[in-house]
């Protein structure tokens, strides 16, 4: 089993930057692509960003491409989330997941319980 535990959410004004992190325990670390997946108010879950297991590969969302970065500390068991110039539209809660293999950007296998990141305008 796994365990994924958010934090770093918050109220930002827009045009701000916050940092997420989720701490990952009871898997060995490169054998999981590590992600963030958001949902919005009365909207679907929507795919952010992932990195491969061994941290060689990132991938993103177009509508965060050049604003958020992704990256993990193997030796820590973490995994980061940088948002820079958030928009109000990036209000949402952030899942952190986690998926064996290779990550995908239509589901996980792991979900942990979401922090909550709120843009104003």
């Known amino acids: 089993q796994v365990q994924l535990v958010e934090s770093g959410g918050g109220l930002v004004q827009a045009g701000g930057s916050l940092r997420l992190s989720c701490a990952a325990s009871?898997?060995?670390?490169?054998?999981?692509?590590m992600g963030w997946f958001r949902q919005a108010p009365g909207k679907e879950r929507e795919f952010v960003a992932h990195?491969?297991?061994?941290?060689?590969?990132?991938h993103y969302a177009h509508s965060v491409e050049g604003r958020f970065t992704i990256s993990m500390d193997n030796v820590k068991d973490t995994v980061y989330l940088q948002m820079t110039k958030l928009k109000p539209e990036d209000t949402a809660i952030y899942y952190c997941t986690a998926t064996y293999g290779r990550p995908r950007t239509d589901g996980y296998d792991y979900r942990g319980q979401g922090t909550q990141v709120t843009v104003s305008s």
């Open positions: 009871g898997r060995t670390f490169t054998n999981y692509a």
């Open positions: 990195i491969s297991g061994g941290g060689s590969s990132t």
